[in-house]
Structures are given as structure tokens and as C-alpha cells.
């Protein structure tokens, strides 16, 4: 194919490819090979034969589709059998095979997405989307976020905390700043939270 340059026509072109790095939600990068071409006359650059578009969009779409088997891949490793995933979701038979095969569309992946990152939400879906089941659920998974907060943090942050199947207790000091004690968040098996103080006062 010849190539001319837009700017001044001259076909005294220069064309060097540069790998990219396109990054992928829940996947691995999408790498591609940009074309960059430069007119040795006038010294305009770009891409001149225009195949960079077309370029990204087929390597990003490989790169989605090979994402989806991974989200899969990852949910099954924690013990979620796509039967019961379709099932959960009111999804025909063979769904998940298919969108292993290639076959899914931009709400196929969006869903995929927010499974992979709340996983506990076929659990609610399960329920038919019960309220409590769902409240219930978010308070759990609350809890452990603050708990894998908790022990997360260093630095300016002073922390004791005390984990056990019902209770978290927390001291949390942050220098310089107020400081807050947080102490018996009770989750019983109503799903009930009893928070019994929250002080705070500058240091």
C-alpha cells in the first residue's frame, strides 16, 4: 500500500512501529503495534494510512474475550459453579460456554465485571434479589472490608484491633489529626448492627 504524506503529498515516507500497552479491566494488557509514520519532505507525522483504529479495536476485543475467561476462571477457583451462576441470573443453559467461546456483548462484559468484583452478589441474586439476603450480604462484606482495612494500614496510623466471629474492636490514632474510637460493632445473626460510642477529640 502506498502511503503519501496528507500535508504535502510526498509518498518520501518514514514508517516505524511502537508498542503499546492498552490496559484491560479484570485482563491482561492489550499490546498492540502502532504504526507512526513521517514525512521525510515536510516532517508531518501520524498515522497516514489510518490502519491504527482498526488496529486497536480488533487487539482490544481479542484482549476482552480473553478477559472474560479469566474472570470465570477466577470466580471458579472460589468454589462459584457457573450452573449456579446461570441459574442465580435466570441465564439460558450453556450461556457461560458460549461467552467462553467469544460470544458476549458490551452487557455481557459490563455484568461480568461487577460480578468479579462483588462475587457475593449471585449469592443475592440467588435469593431473587431478597432485601435482608441483600442487606445482609453488604453488611458482611462491609465488615470485612473494614477489617482488611484495618490491618492494612501503617505509618500514622496507630491500630489494635480484636477480630473474632462476631465482633470487631478498633482503636484507631492518626497523629496530628482527631482520633476515634470505634468499639464493639456487633453483627448478630439478625443482622442487626449495634455500634455502642464513637468520641472523638483532637490530639
Known amino acids: 500500500m502506498n502511503t503519501s504524506c496528507p500535508a504535502c503529498g510526498s509518498d518520501s515516507i518514514e514508517t516505524t512501529n511502537i508498542k503499546q500497552m492498552l490496559p ?29 483504529d482498526q488496529r486497536i479495536t480488533e487487539t482490544i476485543d481479542i484482549a476482552k474475550k480473553k478477559s472474560v475467561n479469566d474472570m470465570l476462571h477466577y470466580l471458579s477457583e472460589r468454589g462459584l459453579k457457573m450452573t449456579y451462576v446461570e441459574r442465580a441470573l435466570e441465564l439460558p443453559a450453556r450461556t457461560i460456554a ?47 472490608a473494614i477489617k482488611n482495612a484495618i ?13 473474632s466471629k462476631t465482633k470487631i474492636t478498633a482503636n484507631v490514632s492518626i497523629k496530628n489529626r482527631p482520633s476515634y474510637d470505634l468499639s464493639n460493632w456487633a453483627i448478630n ?14 490530639k
Open 24 to 52: 484491560i479491566v479484570y485482563g491482561d494488557p492489550a499490546i498492540l503495534d502502532e504504526v507512526l509514520d513521517k514525512c521525510l519532505v515536510c516532517g508531518e507525522s501520524g498515522d497516514f494510512s489510518g490502519l491504527n
Open 98 to 144: 458460549r461467552w467462553k467461546g467469544g460470544e458476549l456483548s458490551a452487557a455481557t462484559l459490563a455484568l461480568l465485571r461487577i460480578i468479579r468484583t462483588y462475587p457475593w452478589l449471585i449469592e443475592v441474586a440467588d435469593s431473587h434479589f431478597d432485601p435482608s439476603v441483600a442487606n445482609g450480604k453488604l453488611l458482611e462484606e462491609a465488615g470485612n
Open 151 to 163: 490491618k492494612s494500614h501503617s505509618g500514622d496510623f496507630i491500630i489494635h484491633y480484636d477480630d
Open 189 to 202: 445473626s439478625q443482622l442487626k448492627i449495634n455500634s455502642t460510642s464513637m468520641a472523638g477529640g483532637a
